[in-house]
């Protein structure tokens, strides 16, 4: 059974979150999962649209364990900060990611930008922001190399907290994501009162942009927003040339999502940086 593999990926996909024995079982080996070298971070490519070019990437957490095989991420991440591993886990990432921008410009690839996603737990605790320029400080890596992404929800919890650790990260240069916008409890107040860099339209607006009159006015209608307040905007979720073809002619500034590339392997994503590939 422990040879199932993409199975127990769909299994996990389907079932998990509900029946309390696969709970126990996650949480029995996600403690220790840091320390077993279990995890890997992926890293999907950020293009932007006016000039074809990748210009930064998204780290997207994989976990592999050896008797429950692949979790998805949306799986274990919402368990990790039930069970409290998420900071553990969400340094792990950081610093997996800085130590590999650090690769990057040593072999002369540039200063490729990534984002990594922080979950409202993380952000809650006062450590993490000194983390954060611990890390960048420990690796030599410029702040405006690293971005952060955060989602309504996550900064709902304590919005006072999250304004004073956001503006800190931003004011040494670390922009600021706001992931999966419009599908939150949005409130407009958020773009007021937090200091944002980038809007990402959701992938669920992205995806019948094409058919849908609705949707194809919301997402017009983020873009102009984050213009008119100074912001840039991504569109994750880009599946066809269509979706690609619609925001570039509506201006949003860079899209995200298979048609240019899924979430690489460090290996994979080093060639593509080799090989320049361009839209
Ligand atoms: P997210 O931040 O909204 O990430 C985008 C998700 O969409 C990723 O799923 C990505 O693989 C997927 N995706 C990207 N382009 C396309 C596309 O064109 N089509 C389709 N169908 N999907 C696409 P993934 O990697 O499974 O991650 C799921 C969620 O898990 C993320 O959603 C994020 O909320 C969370 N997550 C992932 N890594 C981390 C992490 O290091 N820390 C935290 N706190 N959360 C993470
Ligand atoms: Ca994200
Ligand atoms: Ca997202
Ligand atoms: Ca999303």
């Given amino acids: 059974a422990k040879e199932m593999g993409r199975d127990h990926y769909a299994f996990f996909t389907e079932r998990m979150g509900s029946d309390i024995r ?26 932007c649209l006016r000039t074809g070019a990748m210009v ?14 692949r979790v998805p991420p949306g799986v274990f991440i919402a368990l990790a900060e039930e069970y409290g591993f998420i900071t553990a886990i969400g340094e792990w990432v950081l610093e997996s990611v800085c130590a590999q921008i650090r690769a990057w410009q040593d072999a002369g690839l540039g200063n490729i930008k990534v984002a990594v996603n922080l979950s409202g737990k993380q952000f809650a605790q006062d450590r993490t922001v000194p983390f954060v320029e611990a890390v960048l400080r420990r690796y030599a890596i410029a702040p405006a190399c690293l971005g952060i992404e955060i989602t309504e929800s996550a900064v709902m919890g304590d919005p006072d907290k999250a304004v004073a650790a956001l503006t800190r990260l931003k ?98 994503f080093t060639d593509l940086l080799h090989e320049k590939r361009t839209l």
């Fill in 22 to 47: 696969d709970k126990l079982a996650v949480q029995q080996q996600l403690r220790g999962a840091v320390g077993r070298d279990e995890f890997e971070v992926h890293y999907q490519p950020q293009v």
């Fill in 171 to 268: 004011d040494i240069g670390v922009s600021i994501s706001l992931d999966d916008f419009g599908t939150g409890y949005s409130s407009l107040g958020y773009l007021k009162r937090f200091p944002i860099d980038v809007l990402k339209i959701d992938k669920s607006f992205v995806d019948d942009v094409c058919t849908s009159c609705s949707d194809a006015a919301i997402a017009r209608s983020v873009i102009s927003l984050a213009h008119n307040l100074h912001m840039r905007v991504i569109a994750e979720g880009v599946e066809t040339r269509e979706q690609l073809a619609f925001l570039s002619e509506h201006d949003c500034d860079e899209m995200q999502g298979y048609y240019f590339s899924r979430p690489l392997t460090a290996q994979a």
């Fill in 56 to 69: 930064g990437a998204e780290a997207l957490l994989r976990w592999h364990n050896p008797t429950l095989g």
